[in-house]
């Protein structure tokens, strides 16, 4: 995997997930296509935060499957407690965060074009 360009999609595809969580993966290449297709030409920097943001969402998505499969809280001596996966969320939400924070979520302006071409449109309906 080091001489590989992309290394987690084959951590992902090869080791990472058990046969029933396979599914995670297309989500996680969904989502990865989706950051990459708002940044025009990414960076290295750029690619390596879809990366993390994309690493963290698969976490983030197995979580909720345990949290589904064994609920979100359980019984303790102390009384109720979070689940261990559940206690283990925030931080997987606060990495995505991080990450997506690194590529920039602040608003970008429209490019309008020219007035020949505003001229030439037809008029919304």
Same mark, same amino acid.
């Given at each position: 995997?080091?001489a &590989?360009?992309?290394h987690?999609? &084959?951590f992902?595809?090869r080791?990472?997930?058990?046969?029933?969580?396979?599914? $995670?993966?297309?989500? $996680?290449?969904?989502?990865?296509?989706?950051?990459? &297709?708002?940044?025009?030409?990414?960076?290295?920097?750029?690619r390596?935060?879809?990366?993390?943001?994309?690493?963290?969402?698969?976490?983030?998505?197995?979580?909720?499957?345990?949290?589904?499969? +064994?609920?979100? +809280?359980?019984?303790?001596?102390?009384?109720?407690?979070?689940? /261990?996966?559940?206690?283990?969320? /925030?931080?997987?939400?606060?990495?995505?965060?991080g990450a997506?924070?690194?590529?920039?979520?602040?608003r970008?302006?429209? +490019? $309008?074009?020219t007035?020949?071409?505003?001229?030439?449109?037809?008029?919304? &309906?």
């Amino acid at each position: 995997m080091n001489a &590989s360009k992309h290394h987690w999609r &084959s951590f992902f595809r090869r080791l990472a997930l058990r046969p029933e969580d396979q599914w $995670v993966r297309s989500e $996680v290449q969904r989502y990865a296509a989706g950051l990459l &297709s708002d940044k025009a030409d990414p960076s290295e920097a750029e690619r390596h935060a879809i990366e993390l943001a994309s690493e963290a969402k698969a976490c983030r998505l197995l979580i909720w499957q345990a949290i589904a499969a +064994t609920g979100f +809280t359980r019984r303790g001596r102390d009384g109720i407690m979070l689940a /261990p996966a559940a206690a283990d969320l /925030p931080r997987f939400i606060g990495v995505e965060l991080g990450a997506l924070k690194l590529l920039g979520l602040q608003r970008r302006a429209k +490019t $309008v074009g020219t007035w020949a071409e505003l001229l030439s449109q037809e008029p919304p &309906s």
